[in-house]
């Protein structure tokens, strides 16, 4: 059975912030985040761009494992700046199973449609501050700084799903 939960415990933002170590611990060009940096970013009492905008977790557990996660943004400068009501998924890391991946995608849509906005992008880690869209080639070689790193499959989850 898929579940997917919002984070609201410090222990559930531990399991977000790990789970990606979790999902790539076979590959050898993965370079995690460092926790500490991680967490400071995420945490809405430590972090300065949830001052001004929000974002909201998930995890998707399946079988008592963790098997995705997600979150959902609406970056209220980015509002502003550019007069458009779209808000953003980020931090999506996510086993190789469409289930899943909808799951999570429809969640975070859902929630951004609640704050009245119209339309989702992404995927951006909050803002184009931080690391935006999915790696489509080269995924044999070491990542780069601030690109991200994912599995091939990922273009093809986003892509069924309705992303460009």
């Known amino acids: 059975m898929l579940e997917i939960v919002e984070v609201k415990t410090k222990k559930q933002l531990t399991q977000f912030i790990d789970f990606p170590h979790d999902l ?11 926790f500490m940096e991680q967490e400071a970013l ?6 300065p761009f949830l001052k001004h905008s929000e ?50 995608l429809s969640k975070a849509e859902s929630w951004l449609k609640s704050k009245g906005l119209i ?6 880690n909050f803002s184009t501050n931080e690391t935006v869209g999915v790696l489509i080639e080269n995924f044999t070689e070491p990542p780069f700084i601030m690109n991200t790193y994912n599995f091939p499959y990922y273009v093809e989850l986003l892509e069924k799903y309705g992303f460009k």
């Open 55 to 104: 974002a909201i977790y998930y995890l998707a557990i399946k079988d008592s494992k963790i098997v995705g996660r997600i979150a959902s943004i609406k970056n209220n400068n980015h509002i502003q700046f550019s007069g458009k009501q779209e808000g953003f998924f980020g931090f999506f890391d996510v086993i190789n199973d469409y289930e899943v991946a909808q799951a999570l």
């Open 24 to 34: 790539y611990k076979d590959d050898p060009n993965y370079v995690p985040m460092i």
């Open 119 to 124: 339309s989702i992008q992404g995927p951006a």
């Open 42 to 47: 995420l945490n809405p009492k430590k972090s």
